[in-house]
């Protein structure tokens, strides 16, 4: 008796020596150059757009170069750092709304921030929003 295993056509068989892994591409990160309205004045300022992101936050060197107001908890907020690690020196204070033009057609938009060290980045906004 002939084996069934024999028989049957090899298309969609993949053998394990068939298998390329190719290397993981690095995609640059979205950049750009927005502008925020802070006391009747607009300034330009570099973020980066984090799809890990889920809140607006802001440097806090820029709240305290150019006076932005703003508010103070009780009780931090806990605010995860892009390893998951909660970071300690944030969660405290967060901005009154910004105006904040972005895009090409200058879209503008209220946004409160949180303020923590955001690095060379001027504002870390959400990809997703």
């Not at 995609?27 to 607009?42: F, N």
């Not at 944030?90 to 972005?102: A, Q, V, W």
């Amino acid at each position: 008796m002939p084996s069934k295993r024999g028989n049957q056509p090899s298309y969609g068989r993949v053998k394990r020596t068939d298998i390329i892994i190719n290397e993981p591409h690095r995609y640059d990160c979205h950049e750009g150059d927005p502008h925020i309205y802070i006391l009747g004045k607009r300034y330009r300022i570099p973020v980066l757009l984090d799809s890990r992101s889920n809140i607006f936050l802001i440097n806090k060197q820029l709240v305290k170069d150019l006076q932005i107001p703003y508010h103070s908890r009780a009780d931090a907020v806990q605010i995860q750092g892009f390893t998951g690690e909660a970071i300690s020196s944030t969660g405290s204070h967060f901005t009154n709304p910004l105006y904040l033009e972005i895009g090409t057609n200058k879209h503008l938009s209220l946004v409160s921030c949180e303020i923590a060290r955001a690095g060379k980045y001027v504002m870390i906004i959400p990809f997703a929003w």
